[in-house]
């Protein structure tokens, strides 16, 4: 069981590593052989980064303010989104009891959160919308304190309909805007630093479950917190633009890129796992009886493993890479799910999954994005998608669920799980054979 003991051990550990990767990757950033063609300096340097606004060239702008206050509201912003998202799926089982609603009522929800998310990412595929759109990030966390707000309104259904978008739209926007502007700026290559933001959002997602599960606070104060920082977020990163100029590949003339629709099944396969997994065990461990506790200590120690493994993956990052990280990742899912199936081990004994999960979206995320020759407009596509997988999976896992049965929904995703990471092992194949310079 976690315990207070196990998070303030683990919480001042986690900034203590924030601040070293942090802190490593401004200084030597991972090594972008469009900015360094022979590896690693030698010594320290000061972190450069192309211009916000300026076309992608070989001039480089110094460390300045602007960039400081990504690093400070991006880590902001994905404790927040990991907070709701660690929340959500606790929050809307107790709704469902509390309301009388069914799965696929609970489903729809869910679907219309996904959409909010969609929609946001989506208008960035729209050439004279992403133009004219400079306060995304802004208007994104204000999205998120109305919505926060709406949901733990009133009795009423349909206000949390109404609120489900709005709260996708928030947590869309914020992860696509932090996403593309740490890849962009900190090394389109740099996954270390991209695990660090990523585990950030674990860190919210843990102390979400934990919280609930330790009665210290209930879902509805919860989300008025989340409001309350969002509206923060807000004011403080309304002038961060995330418009990041479209550019070419870093990579060589010679390079092959990806075709991008085995990626697109990536990214869509990844997060309806993820969605699914962590929307409806819950659920799946839910007793009518019972007060939903056991539930949100499951959740609390599945993101505590998606938090210490992310963290993790920072650090090994410059010598394991992403591909490998989030196939094993796909694989122990994967593995995790057979077990349960089998009945070797039993369902709420599986939170360790959570250490699998960790690994896959940042790292899937970064090879993705490399892979399909990078740009804003790439990186667009890829998280549209994978919104896409967070918004059916949960919706279409609601109609399963009372259909077919739990094992049915297991089935499902350890069958996704192992056609996924074989997709990207083909892929990858793929792209190395035509570099090669052998027919096809």
Known sequence: MLTFSHLSTYIPTYFFWLLRYSSFHLFYPTA??????????????????????????????????????????????????????????????????????????????F??????????TGSALIGW???????????????????????????????KLIAAPLLGLGFGGLSMSFNTLFVTHFSQKNAGLLNVLNATYGLGAVAAPWLLAQGLLTGSELFVAIALASMVVCLGAW????????????TSKNEQVAPILPLLLTAFAILFIE????????????DPAGDGKAAAAYMARFFFWFVIVRLTAAALAVWVSTLGFAVFGLAGIFCSLVLVLAGTVPLAD????????????????????????GGTTTGAKILLSAITGATLGPWLLGWVLPYLGQSAVLWLLSSLSLATAGLMLITHLNVEYRKSGRPQ
């Open 275 to 286: 969605a699914g997994l962590t929307y409806w065990m819950p659920s799946l461990l839910s």
């Open 350 to 373: 599986t939170s360790f999954t959570g250490a699998f999960m960790g690994l896959i979206f940042p790292n899937a995320y970064a090879w993705m994005l490399t892979k399909g020759g």
């Open 239 to 250: 002038n961060i633009d995330d418009r990041i100029p479209t550019r070419a590949a870093i």
């Open 111 to 120: 679907a219309l959160h996904g959409i909010g998310s969609a929609v946001v």
């Open 32 to 109: 972008d052989p469009a900015i360094y063609p022979s590896g690693y300096p030698s010594g320290p340097i000061s972190f450069r980064v192309p211009a916000l606004h300026d076309s992608y060239d070989d001039s480089l702008s110094m460390l300045t303010v602007p960039t400081q206050r990504i690093l400070t509201f991006g880590f902001i912003a994905f404790v927040l989104i990991g907070l709701e998202q660690g929340l959500l799926g606790l929050f809307v089982a107790e709704l469902g009891t509390k309301l009388a609603r069914s799965p696929e009522d609970l489903g729809l929800f």
């Open 129 to 159: 919308l992403e133009q004219r759109n400079n306060k995304r990030i802004a208007l994104a966390s204000l999205s998120l304190c109305i919505g926060s707000f709406l949901v733990v309104t009133g009795d009423y259904w349909l206000l």
